[in-house]
């Protein structure tokens, strides 16, 4: 069986069921979901922050909350 994490560049999901994602070639060598679109899309953290917002429908308030909750975590 060959080893998908040192052949294959693509970032996999990792097995913590945090949201982040592990790739052997990318450096960092992973990160949290949104360190993840910031890698893929080029997007600063507050765009990431704004399309899944977008993408969940978030009110501005809530969006403040989960900005504040993912900062305080790293």
Known sequence: MRDIFKTDPIPRPDDS??????????????????????????????????????????SDGLKEWATYSVTKAD
């Open 17 to 58: 069921d945090g949201g982040g994602y592990i790739c052997n070639q990318c450096t960092p060598k992973g990160g949290s979901g949104f360190d993840l679109l910031t890698l893929v899309f080029v997007y600063s953290f507050t765009e990431s922050v704004n399309q899944v917002s977008a993408l969940l429908g978030l």
